[in-house]
């Protein structure tokens, strides 16, 4: 009922920038949560960044000054900009939404884009 179409991912060298895009569809009344995870290679999937339709944000430690969540509520979508990229951010990259449908207004409901790679190389 909700599709999150993800674009931006690729290969970059160290120091580079890089600008990840979600966009969530369907029968949405309200999106409460939108963000990105993470996951590289033998390693559990991580947050990354995640903001609230407050506007509240949360970053991992990780990438606290170099990546910036940010969401435009009017079209459904959220950002990241990765700047001053490091090897250790590469990863595929899950946008994520907890949102209210439309047909079942007494819960949320979580939902994963299938996922972006982001590599960071020389």
């Known amino acids: 009922q909700v599709q999150l179409v993800e674009s931006g991912g690729g290969l970059v060298q160290p120091g580079g920038s890089l600008r990840l895009s979600c966009a969530a569809s369907g029968s949405i009344l309200s999106i409460n949560v939108m963000g990105w995870y993470r996951q590289a290679p033998g390693k559990e999937r991580e947050l990354v960044a995640r903001i609230r339709n407050s506007g509240l944000t949360n970053y991992a430690e990780s990438v606290k000054g170099r990546f910036t969540i940010s969401r435009d509520n009017a079209n459904n979508t959220v950002s990241l900009q990765m700047d001053s990229l490091k090897p250790e951010d590469t990863a595929v990259y899950y946008c994520?939404?907890?949102?209210?449908?439309?047909?079942?207004?007494?819960?949320?409901?979580?939902?994963w884009g299938q996922g972006t790679q982001v590599t960071v190389s020389s």
């Open positions: 994520y939404t907890e949102v209210v449908l439309q047909t079942a207004t007494f819960t949320s409901f979580q939902y």
